[in-house]
């Protein structure tokens, strides 16, 4: 769900005309320990992949998914200072939480992921866990936080996100619209001319 904030961020900020002031500030733009997020992400990927391939990784994967959220949100922490990063931070630490009180996993509604299809509800009902969700219960801890929100057509991915995930993009969207298009500068008002 990251990369939506961040396409529909960029798309805003074009159509706002932000393409030359935007470009200047990507080449500008300074992260505290800004080379970590690719390498989260990357690891992210990692898992997703080999969770697949290895019963290993799959029993420990709970465990690694929270160490780099806990890392994700230290960095964030660092980059408080940016506009929107409070949001990011918030919905960040809200899939976080979720997913540490139930045992590093984040829940989804059966309903909620009916948008996904017959093939992944039935892995929901065996009880398996599929990538880094299972199927929420009456047992659910903070059940609120987990994916209950549907997306499905007209909108161009179908999925099922939470809360979290909401306030995050809104965090991302709202930085890439400050670094694109940032304040609109007043023009001066002329000097009066003194005689």
Known sequence: MVYDGI????IVGLFRGGW???LRQFSSLKLRG????????????????????SQ?????NGYLFSACYLAGLYL???????????????????????????????PVSLSASEVLGPYYTELLKEGAVVSKHFMMDSSTRLSFLGDIIPISSPYPRTQVI???????????????????????????SAEPHHA
């Open 162 to 188: 939470s809360i979290g995930d909401v306030v995050m993009n809104l965090g991302i969207f709202l930085f890439i619209q400050s670094l694109m298009v940032g304040k609109k500068e007043k023009p001066q």
């Open 76 to 106: 964030l922490w660092l980059n408080r200072h940016h506009k929107g990063f409070w949001l990011i931070f918030a919905g960040v630490f809200m899939n976080f939480l979720v997913m540490a009180v139930n045992g590093g996993r984040m």
């Open 7 to 10: 396409v529909l961020g960029l």
């Open 20 to 22: 030359r002031h935007g």
């Open 56 to 60: 290993f990784i799959a029993s420990i």
């Open 34 to 53: 800004g080379l970590l997020f690719p390498v989260l992400l990357l690891f992210q990927l990692f898992l997703f992949y080999f969770q697949e391939k």
